[in-house]
């Protein structure tokens, strides 16, 4: 079982002012045409970063590295993505954490793979340790970051009772 303390839980008020400071960065230098949600973690972000940035289209990539937590696969594997044709577009990849930078690169050699003229990333945090650094980034953390929509997976993996009360609505995950 994980260790509690090991866990960083963030609220949406925090995941929303986030991600608009990192919005008016990106505004600042890029000019993305298409925001591609790294799956899962990235489909919420990528959905408020779209109003942010006025940014209608949005794709996604599904990629598996993670078995449970702290415990990955081998390697990063594609499962499925849903994309227009890119060809000589500015995309913006969008995740909510960065750990081992593995799951970006893939996903960066599949954009690159066809044809983006430019593609510049984006994660709310990124882990210290990570040997790879999104290109926008909230934080930098140590933790085991605990989304507000991950709370019955995380309370599924490391026990219900593990999670600090104001947490909440663990009674809804069983």
Not at 92 to 107: C, E, I, K, N, P
Not at 139 to 160: L, M, N, Q, Y
Request: hydrophobic content about 40%; proline content about 5%.
């Amino acid at each position: 079982m994980v260790d509690k303390t090991s866990l960083k839980y963030v609220t949406w008020d925090e995941i929303h002012k986030a991600l608009a400071v990192l919005s008016r960065r990106v505004k600042e230098t890029f000019k993305p045409d298409i925001l591609v949600a790294i799956a899962k973690g990235g489909y919420i972000p990528a959905r408020i970063l779209s109003d942010f940035l006025n940014v209608g289209e949005i794709g996604f990539v599904e990629i598996k590295f993670y078995k449970e937590i702290g415990k990955t696969r081998e390697r990063p594997v594609v499962y499925q993505f849903s994309l227009r044709n890119i060809e000589g577009v500015n995309a913006l990849l969008v995740d909510d954490v960065v750990d081992s930078g593995r799951t970006l690169q893939t996903a960066t050699n599949l954009l690159s793979n066809f044809g983006a003229k430019e593609i510049r990333s984006l994660a709310i945090y990124v882990k210290k340790w990570s040997p790879v650094l999104p290109d926008y980034y909230w934080e930098v953390s140590d933790k085991w970051i605990v989304f507000p929509w991950e709370i019955c997976e995380t309370a599924r993996e490391v026990g219900g009772g593990n999670l600090p009360p104001e947490v909440g609505v663990v009674e809804h995950c069983y």
